[in-house]
Structures are given as structure tokens and as C-alpha cells.
């Protein structure tokens, strides 16, 4: 017995967590630039995909950007403007091309931005350097119905892919940190 949180707690080995669960080996390798993780007998693939985080001019509110894929909008996820990466196409240009097309504004992306890397997406950092009074409105309406800038604190309140929520969770100080300042 351990002792967590003053609160005794089993300890069966390396391998299990405190539920006694199992935990499974975990297994990440790239074939074509495709990410595959293999989690005991599943694997799980993840294509190249570029996208952006852009911070309002005083970082209290993110760029989010809700999708099409469910006919019921309770049911729709907000994340982050960002798309797979076309045949000879690169991270930063797939990136401004989902920029544009989910939210009408134009970036300039060049390799040496900083970037937060989740499993096979690169989501380019960056902060607007005044505020924004413009209706920012999607031009693909197919794949987004709604873009808006949203409170920092207010965003898990949301439901978000998982990504998005992984950033907004676990990366958030640290995507301040190394936002650059780009005029929208």
C-alpha cells in the first residue's frame, strides 16, 4: 500500500495505474508521414494536418471555429482552424490554407513559427496585435458554421475535439508563451 492524497491506495506494478487497470504498451512509428500509435491490439492512424491558435491582442480569448459534421448543433465541436496536408503541400501552407478557408483571414506562415505539435498537427501560434472588430465569418460553409473568438476561461464549457481540448487543457500557458504577434 501507497499513500496519495492521504488516502491508502494498492499498488500492483509498473503497469497498472491506481484503478488497477491495465495500462497498455503504447507504440507510435510514421509510414509515408502518416503517425500511427498502436495501443495494445488497436492502432490508431493520424495524417499530417496543419492549423493555427490565434489569441485575441490581450490573450484573454482563442480562435475557435465550430464544424458541420452533425446535423444537431449541440452536437457540433469547436477546435481550431486546421485541415490535412494535400499531396506536395507543407505544414505551413496547409495551415494557411485552412486559415482561409474556415475563416476568411489571410497569414503569412513561415517554417521558423512556433508550433505546437499534438500527435501528427502542427497548429502555428500567434496573437493579434489590436483588436478585432470584424465579423470573421467562414468561407467554407460546408465544413464550419461559426468562427468567434471565445473567452479562455469559457472554452471548456464547450464541447471541443479532442485537440482542441488537449491545447486549451494542458498547453495553453505555454502556447501564450511562444504566440508571436501577427496583424489580422
Not at 9 to 19: G, H, I, V, Y
Not at 26 to 47: A, D, S, V, W
Not at 118 to 127: G, Q
Request: glycine fraction near 4%; proline fraction near 4%.
Amino acid at each position: 500500500m501507497i499513500t496519495i492524497n492521504d488516502r491508502p491506495t494498492r499498488w500492483t506494478n509498473s503497469r497498472c495505474n491506481f484503478n488497477g487497470r491495465r495500462l497498455l504498451k503504447r507504440h507510435k512509428y510514421y509510414e509515408n508521414g502518416i503517425l500511427y500509435i498502436q495501443l495494445g491490439e488497436k492502432t490508431f492512424k493520424y495524417p499530417p494536418k496543419g492549423g493555427v491558435l490565434i489569441f485575441n491582442h490581450n490573450m484573454e480569448k482563442v480562435l475557435m471555429v465550430r464544424n458541420n459534421y452533425h446535423p444537431y448543433t449541440e452536437c457540433q465541436k469547436w477546435g481550431f482552424p486546421k485541415g490535412h496536408v494535400k499531396k506536395d503541400e507543407s505544414f505551413t501552407q496547409c495551415a494557411m490554407r485552412e486559415c482561409s478557408e474556415e475563416t476568411s483571414m489571410k497569414l503569412d506562415i513561415t517554417p521558423e513559427h512556433p508550433y505546437i505539435l499534438i500527435n501528427n498537427s502542427r497548429y502555428y501560434v500567434f496573437v493579434a496585435e489590436k483588436h478585432i472588430n470584424a465579423t470573421i465569418v467562414p468561407l467554407d460553409t460546408n465544413e464550419i458554421n461559426a468562427v468567434e473568438f471565445i473567452d479562455t476561461h469559457r472554452v471548456n464549457t464547450l464541447q471541443m475535439n479532442k485537440e482542441a481540448s488537449v491545447i486549451l487543457k494542458n498547453k495553453l500557458q505555454f502556447a501564450k508563451e511562444i504566440s508571436i504577434k501577427v496583424q489580422l
